[in-house]
């Protein structure tokens, strides 16, 4: 039995919940509960690197796509 997540194509994190959409060229667009739209380098920035739960699947700390990080972090 599929959900309509994976269906669509939709690839959600058992670890901290975020929905992933495959990009193709673009790279993959992560769709968080609150805010909006942003990459894997961003999903890193804001989650996994403090997380670091089992499940994760966002473990190459999100530059496969080759996305900057989210600047408005770094200082």
Do not use: H
């Not at 994976?6 to 990009?23: F, N």
């Amino acid at each position: 039995m599929s959900t309509s997540a994976e269906s669509s194509g939709l690839k959600v994190c058992p670890a901290c919940g975020v929905k992933i959409a495959p990009g193709g060229i673009t790279g993959d667009r992560v769709l968080f509960s609150a805010g909006p739209p942003g990459t894997r380098a961003t999903l890193w920035t804001r989650v996994c690197q403090y997380a670091k739960r089992p499940g994760c699947i966002n473990k190459d700390q999100g530059q496969s796509s080759g996305e900057p990080s989210d600047s408005r972090l770094e200082s």
